[in-house]
């Protein structure tokens, strides 16, 4: 079909991981499997207007351009551009029809700008549902389950966890035995049953630090090429992966507190151990963890919390616990915050098109 001119909306969800993904081999294969809890008030909201070039601007074989301006929160954002620009030249093999259209990408987060939230996954799985609109229209009749595991095949190009920002309310991405249809190449949703005490779990994220990321994700990954408890890592994490499955179908919550906590104090171990080495939590990650085991503790509550690559904390607490939890939050755990911001979010069910 010929398409002059075209629009679309996305929003994509953030995402956070319950077993992690750290290291990687080219292009973008993941070292071991992990799963997220896909967000659900943490968005990217994305648009892309596509507008067909003329034959005069279609350039040759030999220098093909992505043409794109990229605007993020109403301003142009040309600092931006190389990593989007990456990302299309990624892409383009499996998008050729990329190279006929001009872009203008307008973006914009729910969450505060440079919170330490990163915003690569929503971010990139945004572009990549814009681009399979297109394709949608440009092949028509594309199935939803096509449309999905491409959106995700395209954004794991941009950014390995964006692949798990595609559906929802548990993705795995990467290749397990216990994980029928799952893959390196892209996200699928947990295919399990899971028990009513994981629906609608909770996230609040404390935002401890919102500086600038220290150690970008590409060069943290990198850290685990010549690491020297490496392998180790990778059996344990797809071990845990395993474990977790189980976990998921039989409502063991005291499992999943544990296993849960020891994957987000690994990833940081991992980071302590590598070299050059880093700490990325701050004093108040370690008051905010000693004070949600000191509640878990005197309440009898299956509150725990993960990390990402960075200081902030994600307190996770199933929702019959949401009240409690929340009173905790305000008066104690917000003492630590970087004046004293959180972010109240929950497990959400992935892209949607607006
Ligand atoms: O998607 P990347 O390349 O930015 O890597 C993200 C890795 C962690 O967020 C630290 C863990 C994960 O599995 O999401």
Not at 36 to 42: A, E, G, Q, V
Not at 138 to 164: D, H, T, W
Not at 267 to 278: I, K, V
Request: proline residues 4%.
């Amino acid at each position: 079909k010929n398409i002059e001119k075209a629009t679309f909306t996305w929003q994509t969800p953030s995402n956070i991981a319950l077993v992690k993904y750290w290291g990687k081999s080219n292009p973008q294969i993941p070292k071991n499997a992990s799963i997220s809890f896909t967000l659900d008030n943490c968005h990217t909201i994305t648009t892309i207007e596509f507008e067909r070039k003329r034959n005069s601007e279609l350039v040759s074989e030999s220098d093909k351009l992505v043409d794109f301006n990229l605007f993020f929160e109403g301003k142009q954002k040309d600092e931006f551009k190389p990593k989007i620009a990456e990302f299309f030249k990624r892409v383009a093999e499996y998008c050729p029809y990329i190279f006929e259209y001009k872009m203008i990408i307008n973006s914009e987060n729910s969450f505060p700008h440079s919170s330490g939230i990163a915003s690569s996954a929503s971010g990139l799985s945004a572009i990549a549902m814009c681009l399979m609109s297109l394709e949608n229209e440009l092949s028509s009749g594309l199935s939803l389950e096509y449309i999905n595991k491409k959106a995700s095949f395209l954004a794991r190009l941009g950014s390995g966890s964006a692949s798990r920002s595609v559906e929802g309310p548990l993705v795995v991405w990467g290749n397990h035995p216990e994980i029928e249809g799952s893959s390196d190449l892209f996200g699928v949703k947990f295919p399990h049953k899971v028990h009513s005490v994981f629906e609608n779990y909770q996230d609040t994220i404390l935002l401890v630090d919102k500086g600038e990321k220290q150690v970008s994700s590409t060069v943290g990954h990198n850290l685990m090429t010549d690491h020297p408890y490496a392998e180790n890592r990778f059996v344990q994490a797809n071990d845990n992966l395993g474990k977790l499955s189980e976990i998921l179908q039989n409502g063991d919550i005291k499992a999943f507190v544990n296993l849960v906590e020891s994957e987000a104090l690994t990833l940081h171990a991992m980071m302590m151990t590598s070299n050059p080495y880093f700490i990325l939590m701050k004093p108040n990650t370690l008051e905010i963890i000693n004070k949600i085991w000191s509640y878990r503790e005197e309440n009898n509550s299956n509150i725990c919390f993960t990390l990402d690559a960075g200081a902030n904390v994600h307190v996770l607490y199933p929702f019959l616990e949401k009240e409690a939890v929340n009173c905790f939050i305000e008066s104690e755990l917000a003492n630590y915050c970087q004046k004293k911001q959180y972010i109240y979010d929950s497990v959400g069910f992935g892209s949607k098109q607006l």
